[in-house]
């Protein structure tokens, strides 16, 4: 078995995805933000307003460097710049999971956390210049993606056993 790397925009369900992956499969997973966060005892949302964005992207670098080093047959749940990594492709399998912006949205709206939610994302405080950089991204998205689920409408575990399917022509 290899990495499946999970990229795409925030709020896309990257780890709502991964947990099922996990119920569903022998992978175990990981999540970068969430090891960012361990590693700075401090949440990402205070990382950025304390640091600042390079700051943050700094760290992500450690982590992709790590990650290729040092883990195998794992699910990687990213944050949704973590793809920029240039070590991206030795990690693992680029899965893109992928959905319009305002399904996105409207997905993390109708989430029963949603204020939570979309508090621990910065960048999504201001929803134009969110989309402006969900425009931006997506494209490169793509480009790096091995395999590209759309998750727009679809259960976590519909995505985690479509997403499971397509890997296997992978590993």
Same mark, same amino acid.
């Not at 966060?37 to 992709?64: D, H, P, Q, W």
């Not at 460097?65 to 990213?78: A, D, F, G, M, Q």
């Given at each position: +078995? ?36 361990? +590693? ?27 990650? /290729? ?36 949205? /409207? ?11 979309? !508090? ?44 499971? !399917? ?6």
């Amino acid at each position: +078995m290899k990495n499946i790397v999970l990229i795409g925009f925030m709020g896309v369900g990257k780890g709502s995805v991964a947990r099922e992956v996990i119920k569903q499969s022998s992978y175990i997973a990981l999540d970068t933000d969430d090891m960012i966060e361990s +590693m700075e005892n401090r949440k990402i949302k205070t990382i950025f307003e304390e640091e600042g964005e390079a700051y943050f992207r700094a760290l992500e670098k450690n982590v992709a460097k790590w990650l /290729e080093k040092s883990v195998k047959n794992t699910l990687v749940s990213t944050g949704g710049g973590f793809y920029k990594q240039k070590n991206l492709k030795k990690i693992g399998i680029i899965v893109l999971l992928d959905s319009p912006f305002d399904a996105i949205i /409207e997905r993390i709206k109708a989430h029963p956390n949603a204020v939570k939610k979309l !508090k621990k994302r910065p960048l999504l405080s201001d929803l134009k210049a969110a989309k402006k950089l969900y425009n931006e991204r997506r494209p490169e998205y793509l480009a790096l993606a091995d395999i590209v689920i759309d998750v727009t409408d679809k259960s976590g575990e519909a995505c985690a056993k479509e997403l499971l !399917k397509k890997v296997k022509k992978y590993v």
